[in-house]
């Protein structure tokens, strides 16, 4: 028997279902939380990037001063996809993090509040607030 049933698991692959319980008649309660996952989901589809890329398409990087961050960029070459991608995330609690971004001219697909903009990004550099992300389009 499972001595953790009902508690927060980092991998909860092989658990019960009261562990991984998903109680969609909530769905209307979250509708902001649901329409941003369907705005996700659909970049998904959209984007071979994120479904086809290979392993030498992918690199990471972070932000100076700030080992909760991370950086990735996504390269078009090994997807097919007309786009390049570049994810970045900041998981730190309470300090911003600053990513210089790679060259070119960039598009935010994705931010904390959004899963569905399209908003020309200019500047060379964005910083993060905690416990945040933003996916940007080149």
């Known amino acids: ?7 927060i698991d980092h991998n909860s692959y092989n658990k019960d279902n009261e562990t991984n319980w ?12 649901t329409a941003y996952y369907r705005g996700l989901i659909a970049l998904r589809k959209a984007h071979p990037a994120f479904r086809q890329s290979q392993a030498e398409d992918i690199s990471f990087f972070s932000a100076k001063h700030n080992p909760f ?14 786009y ?17 971004l790679p060259a070119g001219s ?3 697909v994705v931010n904390g509040e ?6 020309p990004y200019r500047s060379k550099k964005i910083t993060l607030p905690p416990s945040s ?3 940007l389009r080149r």
Do not use: P
């Open 1 to 7: 028997a499972d001595h953790r049933v009902g508690y």
């Open 22 to 33: 998903l109680n969609f008649d909530h769905a209307d309660w979250n509708g902001e939380l």
């Open 69 to 82: 961050s991370l950086g990735c960029l996504i390269d078009k070459q090994g997807s097919g996809d007309d």
């Open 84 to 100: 390049d991608f570049c994810i970045l995330l900041n998981a730190h609690m309470t300090h911003t993090a600053h990513f210089k």
């Open 106 to 108: 960039w598009t935010m």
């Open 114 to 119: 959004s899963s569905t903009l399209n908003i």
């Open 133 to 135: 992300g933003v996916v």
